[in-house]
């Protein structure tokens, strides 16, 4: 009810702006969605907002009302939050370019042996890696060593320069040359990105404007 009214009162005071806060979480906001970016700020009189943040944070936005809707690749509570798929995308391993895994298919054993760079706590991609590594009743103590790093950024550049593996979604794992693509055996691993807002908001034309 809260957002309706906000909604209402935008449109009064804006005069035909149309104003868009929305979430993404890092994979999506710095990987997939600048062209629509650029599509909507192409339109006149369009005003956004863009949070860019993990999975954990941007439902908390949600729910404080902060945000109209936003795009994420993590797991989300669907008894409290409506959501329409906007496309599916392969995880997977990446290494140096010269590394023994790149273009191979390997083993959960064989990747414990390595070191692990990955995401914080309340990361899609972290809570995706979890997820596998139990059904193999492992975890991520039980790597050779692993290193916690907030920025794929600064994820990426330590991969390339050998200090370790990751796992990230394949559009970000094609976005550099110098990286080595691998997956792990048995059941590819492909998820969901989906527009999630708060349950029974309309959030319908605010979506038209975007997606």
């Known amino acids: 009810v809260q957002q309706r009214e906000n909604f209402l009162r935008e449109k009064i005071k804006n005069n035909g702006l149309r104003e868009l806060r929305i979430g993404a979480t890092k994979t999506i906001g710095d990987y997939v ?3 629509r970016i650029h599509d909507f700020l192409n339109q006149p009189d369009t ?3 863009l949070i860019v943040d993990n999975t954990k944070h941007l439902l908390h936005l949600l729910e404080q009302n902060t945000l109209d809707y ?8 669907k008894n409290r939050f409506g959501s329409q798929l906007y496309r599916r995308e392969p995880f997977v391993g990446i290494c140096p370019k010269d590394h023994p895994f790149a273009g191979r298919e390997v083993s959960v054993e064989e990747i414990l042996k390595e070191t692990l760079i990955h995401r914080e706590n309340g990361s899609g991609t972290l809570a ?3 997820e596998k590594l139990l059904e193999h009743n492992e975890s991520l103590e039980r790597f050779h060593r692993h290193i916690c790093i907030s920025s794929f950024k600064m994820i990426i550049n330590l991969i390339k320069s050998g200090y370790g593996i990751s796992f990230v979604y394949e559009v970000l794992a ?7 693509i691998f997956t792990l055996k ?9 527009v999630i807002y708060l349950k029974h908001a309309d959030v319908r034309e605010k979506m038209e404007w975007f997606l």
Do not use: H, Q, W
């Open 33 to 35: 969605i600048t062209d």
């Open 47 to 49: 005003a956004l907002t």
């Open 70 to 77: 936003a795009i994420i690749e993590g797991f989300f509570d």
């Open 128 to 130: 995706i890696l979890e």
């Open 174 to 180: 094609k976005s550099d040359p110098e990286l080595g």
């Open 186 to 194: 048995g059941e590819p691993i492909v998820r969901e990105f989906n």
